[in-house]
């Protein structure tokens, strides 16, 4: 049991020094990233290609192979993203690792991947950040990949999950539902 603690700690430090790496050698703004792949900063489209690259860096898989959901519920919500191949076992691996990485993370205070690959700091971070106390975060595997659940019963944190979720559904273009069921 201590070895495999051992083990996921040091899995964990690993994942977070890599991407401390890559958040290091990144450029300080969108305009300069989409300016390096020849576009307008306010073009959606090359706005959307930025992010997706920062996202395939930041999260360590490829966001096209790769499905986000972002659900709210009345308690908090959920992340979720699966392979799209069943068969893909590398992709559902890592996907896991990185979920079980963002759970630890936000637990912590830290929302630097969210940030890194929005190239802003999303709504409701902050608030999720001063609620930290009173906010829950569990990843859990699915068949394809994995999901982080975030709860809380504090409305002021649910309101501060759901803006944060809410970001997330409008920049990965989700199409998940942005109010409640």
């Not at 305009?31 to 900063?41: D, I, V």
């Not at 936000?106 to 940030?115: A, L, Q, R, V, Y």
């Amino acid at each position: 049991m201590i070895a495999r603690s051992r083990t996921a700690l040091l899995l964990t430090a690993a994942l977070f020094f890599s991407a401390s790496l890559l958040l290091a050698q990144q450029p300080a703004s969108e305009h300069e990233q989409c300016t390096r792949q020849g576009a307008k900063s306010d073009d959606p489209h090359a706005h959307h290609e930025a992010m997706m690259s920062r996202g395939e860096k930041g999260m360590g898989f490829s966001q096209t192979t790769t499905t986000h959901h972002f659900l709210l519920r009345p308690e908090g919500g959920i992340i979720a993203v699966s392979a799209n191949d069943p068969k893909d076992k590398t992709t559902r691996d890592q996907i896991r690792m990185h979920l079980a990485h963002i759970a630890h993370s936000f637990t912590e205070g830290d929302f630097d991947i969210p940030m890194f690959v929005h190239d802003q700091t999303p709504p409701g971070v902050p608030d999720m950040k001063r609620l930290a106390k009173d906010i829950q975060y569990r990843s859990r595997d699915t068949d394809q990949g994995g999901e982080v659940v975030i709860t809380s019963t504090s409305g002021e944190a649910v309101h501060a999950i759901h803006d944060f979720l809410i970001f997330q559904i409008r920049e990965h273009k989700t199409g998940d539902p942005i109010a409640l069921p």
